[in-house]
């Protein structure tokens, strides 16, 4: 688990940490996919760090199949993420900025299932996301997947970002 460090471009004083997750819908587009973290307790969309090596739909297919056991195609782009003003800090003390794509993916095969990194998954509407815990960044993926916006979303300041 990290620490969030919030301030004025506190982001220069990490690296940057390219992510990417995936948001997977039911058949009816009605419901989303979200995996409960490990680390923290907290509600996701599956998702995790690029390894050296990987291009972003090898890595996003990856994470998935990490964190749910199911086999993805990735679809397209939903949105890009980042925020200057905040930071990951690790007990490795390692300090992370976040740039995170966030895709649209579709489950080809596979067994939904827990893992060393999700402890509970569910599909979940709109109505049902609010009463799940979620940091900001997890739920503004979730609510721009469900938008349907066939443009990309680039969120330069996620951290600063206001929801509805």
């Known amino acids: ?59 996003c297919a990856r994470e998935v199949l990490e964190e749910t056991g199911l086999h993805v195609i990735v679809n397209r782009l939903i949105g890009v993420y980042t925020s200057p003003n905040l930071l990951l800090e690790y007990k490795d003390g390692n300090k992370w900025q976040l740039v995170v794509l966030h895709f649209k993916a579709e489950a080809v095969s596979g067994e939904l299932t827990t893992s060393d990194e999700s402890t509970k998954f569910g599909y979940f509407s709109m109505n049902e996301l609010h009463d799940l815990d979620m940091n900001i960044l997890d739920k503004l993926r979730v609510l721009d997947g469900f938008s349907r916006n066939q443009e990309t979303f680039v969120r330069d300041d996620f951290a600063n970002a206001e929801l509805i």
Not at 28 to 37: A, D, F, N, S
Not at 42 to 51: E, L
């Open 1 to 59: 688990m990290a620490n969030i460090i919030v301030g004025e471009r506190i982001g220069r004083h990490g690296h940057l940490g390219v992510g990417c997750s995936a948001s997977i819908f039911d058949p009816l587009y009605e419901k989303t996919l979200m995996i409960r973290r490990a680390d923290n307790g907290k509600w996701a969309v599956p998702g995790g760090y690029m390894k050296a090596g990987e291009n972003f739909s090898e890595a």
